[in-house]
């Protein structure tokens, strides 16, 4: 058991310049491989509940860990309106290479564990294992197929929509380029090739993503070694002290004895 201590989080971020004028806004901690690198979700930020206990986690260890803003997101720039799955695996892909060093675990938080597949797919050797939490693979082709028509010609005649959030924040921008590009970068529709350890984490009283699709997930992955945590009262964030417990039990048994 570790004790969080958040008053690494008045840190300024450090920025990784990208192509085209983008900033990629990070906190990197140094330490021992594998590294560990949180993929957040839609509208989320590297300031988040889970992000920052897995820092305070890494820290306890002396486990290398990387969190990170996609564009549009926290303190990188950009708009969020702007950008896709696409331009966010971008991201992700560049901080995986530039700011990494070896073999990483990828932990990917609801839209973040789509983007951690792409992540795997694209950079098998740099991958030790996967951890999804409320993983949502290929979640735009669901939403679109919930919306109400009228939402759909909404976007299809204005370019996008403002949905609602339950989390407090803003209401999400839903854009016609977020949902023509997402069905490009489709995971599901083939056997995902990745051979690794998964651990897939799941609350079954997830409002957002069914828990199904963790099932589904295990099924679709190449990887014989996947296995799936069903949290019956476990919501979409799994952001309690008892999910986070469980996060950091999971990564502990990936990255072996603590230095």
Do not use: N
Not at 3 to 16: G, P
Request: include cysteine; aromatic fraction near 8%.
């Amino acid at each position: 058991m570790f004790l969080l201590c958040w008053d690494f989080m008045t840190d300024t971020a450090q920025i990784l310049a990208r192509e085209g004028g983008v900033s990629i806004a990070y906190h990197r901690t140094p330490g021992r491989a594998p590294g560990v690198v949180f993929l957040g979700g839609f509208m989320s930020d590297m300031a988040g509940t889970k992000a920052v206990a897995l820092e305070a986690w890494a820290r306890a260890r002396g486990q290398a860990y990387l969190r990170f803003d996609y564009q549009g997101h926290g303190q990188s720039s950009g708009r969020f309106a702007d950008g896709t799955i696409g331009t966010w695996t971008e991201d992700a892909l560049a901080a995986l290479d530039r700011l990494t060093e070896e073999r990483q675990i990828l932990v990917g938080s609801s839209m973040g564990g789509w983007i951690m597949l792409k992540l795997a797919m694209a950079r098998p050797a740099r991958v030790a294992a996967l951890v999804g939490i409320a993983a949502a693979p290929d979640f735009v082709v669901r939403m679109w197929d919930d919306f109400p028509d009228e939402v759909g010609r909404e976007i299809e005649r204005d370019g996008y929509h403002r949905a609602p959030s339950q989390y407090g924040a803003e209401p999400y921008t839903i854009t016609r380029a977020l949902i023509e590009d997402g069905r490009r970068q489709l995971v599901m529709d083939r056997k995902i090739e990745f051979f690794g350890p998964v651990r897939l984490l799941h609350g079954m009283a997830d409002p957002d993503v069914p828990w199904r699709v963790a099932l589904d997930l295990a099924q679709a992955l190449a990887s014989a070694d996947v296995a799936v945590t069903l949290v019956k009262d476990g919501d979409h964030r799994l952001s309690r002290p008892e999910d986070i417990a469980r996060l950091c039990a999971t990564l502990d048994d990936l990255c072996g004895p603590a230095r």
